[in-house]
Nanobody, 115 residues
Framework: QVQLVESGGGLVQPGGSLRLSCAASGPRFAVVPMAWYRQASGNERELVASVSTLGYAKYADSVLGRFTISREDAKNTMYLQMDNLKPEDTATYYC?????????WGQGAQVTVSS
């Protein structure tokens, strides 16, 4: 059984920064590609960033240059450093992995960007 637990969300002013963490338990973390998704109110869930088992990162155009995804396999943890946050980044952020042909999601972390 895979469990993903996000932390680090909150309220921040435009231009500010937050770091989300995703702690994983269950699989051997190092062999699992990971990703962050987000879902704003009334919108579909969208892919924000992904990181391969070798650490290669991909980003949505909307966050490129502002967000950084990383993983620390020794701690079974993935991170999303979010800088220069904008009001349109307001959403619930979800940690995701696919393992043995099943999708797993965390419970979500709320990020609100507002003055």
């Amino acid at each position: 059984q895979v469990q993903l637990v996000e932390s680090g969300g909150g309220l921040v002013q435009p231009g500010g920064s937050l770091r989300l963490s995703c702690a994983a338990s269950g699989p051997r973390f190092a062999v699992v590609p990971m990703a962050w998704y987000r879902q704003a109110s009334g919108n579909e869930r969208e892919l924000v960033a992904s990181v391969s088992t070798l650490g290669y990162a991909k980003y949505a155009d909307s966050v490129l240059g502002r967000f950084t995804i990383s993983r620390e396999d020794a701690k079974n943890t993935m991170y999303l450093q979010m800088d220069n946050l904008k009001p349109e980044d307001t959403a619930t952020y979800y940690c995701h992995c696919s393992y043995l042909n099943k999708d797993y999601w965390g419970q979500g972390a709320q990020v609100t960007v507002s003055s």
